[in-house]
């Protein structure tokens, strides 16, 4: 496994990198349908609060003691990945 360091890294990268994404997703949504303007918001919304759970979590784990670090990264793990799937799922509507 990487260092604590690398990962906290990587993983911040990873979520930079899908913030900033969900943001060009944003923009490319106002140009739908109307009738679709409710749905996309919600959705975005949606992603945006998974955004934030899977920075608390980031934060989290740049606390987190060597105790409860495996721990910690097996719930990042799952965060970021509930995340992804939800960032596919949303793209794949535009």
Not at 4 to 20: I, P, T
Not at 52 to 80: F, H, P, R, Y
Request: glycine content about 2%; cysteine-free; proline content about 0%.
């Amino acid at each position: 496994m990487k260092t604590r360091d690398e990962y906290v890294a990587k993983m911040k990268s990873q979520l930079d990198e899908m913030n900033a994404q969900i943001d060009k997703l944003a923009d490319k949504s106002k140009s739908a349908k109307k009738e679709m303007q409710a749905k996309y918001t919600q959705q975005m919304s949606d992603l945006r609060a998974q955004s934030s759970k899977a920075n608390a979590k980031l934060d989290e784990l740049k606390k987190a003691g060597d105790d409860a670090w495996e721990d910690t990264v097996v719930e990042m793990e799952k965060i970021s990945d509930a995340f992804k799937h939800s960032y596919n799922y949303f793209k794949s509507q535009l």
